[in-house]
């Protein structure tokens, strides 16, 4: 069984601080990851992805991927109470059809 | 920006009953797929659909379900005969590309309540 796994927290930070979201797979053929925010009732809200090995920034956010390691992590840098949601991580599988296999999700709590 | 719409936002049906329901995908794009959500779990892949045809399936995506896009722009979820357990939310997505270097794009989803 393909697997995407997340640690489902919270994670609390207070504001102005770094959150690290951290993501683990199991199918070594998924070639790219995304993450995406979602607000409690609310749809999936794409973030960022990534398909290469390293960093992809994109303003206060940051992508790290390691294929060697299986992990993908998120960094939010000035973490501000707007961004207290579920942080989910999707791996597209090696089927090429499309299909993302989604992780549990983070819930992040940013105090004020 | 352009977006995925979905309709109807909330959707309740009697267990049995036959429920569609519908996404207008993003119009340049031209893979479409839908995930659904049980209260508290993780999101879950149904189908992909490319040029008029599935593209792949998962699990629970048996027998009841069927997908179409009778037009240029509408793509439907069928639930021929629903039960408890398909109460969820049921998200659309689509795609330009295959998603390899290329994101999918959610709509807001449909809250489906079977009674």
């Known amino acids: 069984q393909k697997e995407v796994e997340q640690n489902s927290g919270p994670l609390s930070v207070p504001e102005g601080a770094i959150a690290s979201l951290n993501c683990t797979y199991s199918?070594?053929?998924?070639?790219?990851f995304f993450w995406y925010r979602q607000y409690s009732g609310k749809s999936p809200e794409l973030i960022m992805f990534?398909?290469?090995?390293g960093d992809k920034e994109d303003g206060r956010f940051t992508a790290q991927l390691n294929k060697a390691s299986q992990y993908v992590s998120l960094l939010i840098r000035d973490s501000q109470p707007s961004d207290s949601a579920t942080y989910l991580c999707?791996?597209?599988?090696?089927?090429?059809?499309?299909?993302?296999?989604f992780g549990q999700g983070t819930t992040l709590q940013v105090k004020p | 920006e352009p977006e995925v719409t979905q309709t109807p936002s909330h959707q309740v049906t009697q267990m049995g009953q036959e429920v569609i329901l519908r996404c207008v995908p993003i119009?340049?794009?031209?893979?479409f797929y839908w995930y659904r959500q049980i209260l508290g779990q993780k999101v879950e892949f149904l189908v992909s659909?490319?040029?008029?045809?599935?593209?792949?399936k998962s699990e629970i995506f048996d027998d009841q379900f069927s997908v179409e896009r009778p037009d240029g722009s509408n793509f439907t979820l069928k639930i021929r005969s629903t039960k408890l357990e398909d109460s969820a939310m049921y998200f659309c997505?689509?795609?330009?590309?295959?998603?390899?270097?290329?994101?999918?794009?959610f709509g807001d989803g449909t809250r489906l309540s079977i009674l």
């Open positions: 199918d070594r053929g998924s070639q790219s």
């Open positions: 999707a791996g597209h599988g090696s089927s090429n059809t499309g299909k993302l296999i």
């Open positions: 119009s340049n794009h031209l893979y």
């Open positions: 990534i398909y290469s090995n």
């Open positions: 997505a689509s795609s330009e590309q295959l998603p390899g270097n290329q994101p999918q794009h």
């Open positions: 659909f490319y040029n008029n045809e599935i593209s792949e």
